[in-house]
């Protein structure tokens, strides 16, 4: 069924649950959930009734191992990122209805409930395959517990579903010398029953709903990826796993396993809807089961098969549920043309920005929408950001409102005047004015925010060419009558803007109202219908200030901080040396190392590296020949205090006996560096422990 076909009684919109192993970053906000919030803006705005749902992604194997690597619980390391996350959301404006999390007990239920039923109906296949087993810890190996050598390309750390070295696809069992990564034991193969769920049956119903049915309302990109993956051949799915960390499978022979994380955490949706009908006295059901009910899932588009295929696969056979009718997934966001990683620290992190920038949450937003990677792979850039605030948010629209709130202070006292007669420029530019709401709203209806972004700013730019053409302030001189009328016009384009701006800029629009003293009444198609917005005789405020100029040298410090995160990552490639076999406390306090000065120092001749020192050991001055030439100069180390090994059994080089060693280190460019002491105060012979 394609969308236009009908009008929906209400909307469920769901936003891609967030994985809680870390914060989130502009790329989530910008491929999910700045779009996602914007569309559930405007449509209450339109008056619709809507259910914005989302949550936190807390099971799977990454949440379970990165607590077992930190010495903590799962549970710990969830309660951090939900908390940082949520704060995250509300920090930024995302006005979700409810923001639940998949380790509640509702979704428990929810997600059992699901597979019970899907299982009673024999809807899943069965399947006992050999598993790794770690014998000590007394537990199956997921892929990612397991370590050893791919059998591709002998690579020795390659995981156990991927080898990170050629990139091939791998079965746990697939590995040479495995090794359990919790016990660091070989593991043993074991017997485990599994429930897959056999995509290939759903091919007929998946080609006719989406190859058919959504040809021309989904995105391109969604519709490809779709296709090719029909195409290819769809294979039944593992959805349970070896695993103490999710929900426990709810059929004989599920003791010790837990559903597969892909397959609860859309059901997660559903559970936060029912979460937060429990809470507003409202009935769920309706928002999943009612076919007037559209259903529309933001997400990225490494999540496109799970909410295209699998999870209406899912939906289907349980039956009764509706299907989403888009799913308008984003590309990726790009940072400084580098793809962002958390690893890397790749990233701008939300709630780093806002301690950068305070209060400017609506920068973000916009910069954001205006450069949405809707339909390509985007690139985020600090200095994109600042002329999208310095030349649309303050030149434009920041200096309209301004001007309008300031000349109706000025002129009267801040209470709107009343109009005479419109003449024609009057007439169009309020015409025109009208027209706004079904442009933006058509874009937003195709999901093209970053049209909807431009068309809302094209409405601050008639408004500012309004009074640039008019000149209020000139014509005050000669025909103060003609100026109430200009100041009226003017002051509906800026109430308009108040209203129009929430999806976008919601703090912006919140603190306009408060300076135009409007109404929160009012709504999307008030600017549409009404034929006043702000009447003569209404009392405005103040001016304040919605946006200030972003300076190049903040631009810079920006830059600055990618560059050194940029070189830290460069020279972390390098190889770093393995660490050595442990050593005792004992073997370590037989080196005896002292600080030193080096009095002398000379090239020692027919040779290119080896320098001849005089150090003053406080034991005593010997003799050490070090090879250090090629980096320093004789002239530049006398005097320099350094750190020796004063016990190193003596040895000739070149005819000179060195009695003992000068440490050094070597920089990633390759250049010796000693390892000196260098706080004053430290006087030769001190011992070094
Ligand atoms: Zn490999």
Known sequence: ???????????TITAALPYTNGPIHIGHLAGVYVPADIYARYLRLTGKEVAFVCGSDEHGVAISMKAKKEGVTPKEVIDMYHAIIKKSFQDFGITFDNYSRTSADIHHETASEFFKKLYEQGDFIEETTAQLYDEEAKQFLADRFVIGTCPKCGHEEAYGDQCENCGSSLNATDLINPKSTITGSTPTTKETK???????????????????????????NVYGQCKSWIDGGLEPRAVTRDLDWGIPVPAEGGEGKVLYVWFDAPIGYISSTKEWAKREGKDWEPYWKDKDTKLVHFIGKDNIVFHCIIFPAILKSHGGYILPENVPANEFLNLEGNKLSTSKNWAVWLHEYLEEFPDMQDVLRYTLTANAPETKDNDFTWKDFQARNNNE??????????????????????VVPAPSNFTEVDQETLDALKKYPEIISSSLERYRFREAAQEFMNLARLGNKYLADEEPWKVIKQDEERVKTIMYVALQIATALAVLSEPFLPFTSSKLKSILAASNELGWNDVLEKETLLAADHKINQSQLLFRKIEDSEIQKKLDKLEATKKANENEKKAVTPQKETITFDDFTKLDMRVGTILEAEKMPKTKKLLVLKVDTGIDTRTIVSGISESFKPEDIIGKKVTVLVNLAPRPLRGVESQGMILMTESKEGKLVFVNPDEEGVGNGEGIS
């Open 1 to 11: 069924m394609s969308e236009n076909n009908h009008t929906p009684k209400r909307y």
């Open 194 to 220: 599994h429930w897959f769920l056999p995509l290939d049956r759903y091919e007929g119903f998946l080609r006719e709903w989406i190859l058919e049915g959504h040809k021309n309302d989904w995105k391109p």
């Open 393 to 414: 948010l303050v030149a434009i629209l920041g200096n309209f409102i301004n001007r309008v709130v300031v000349l109706t202070n000025k002129y009267y006292e801040g």
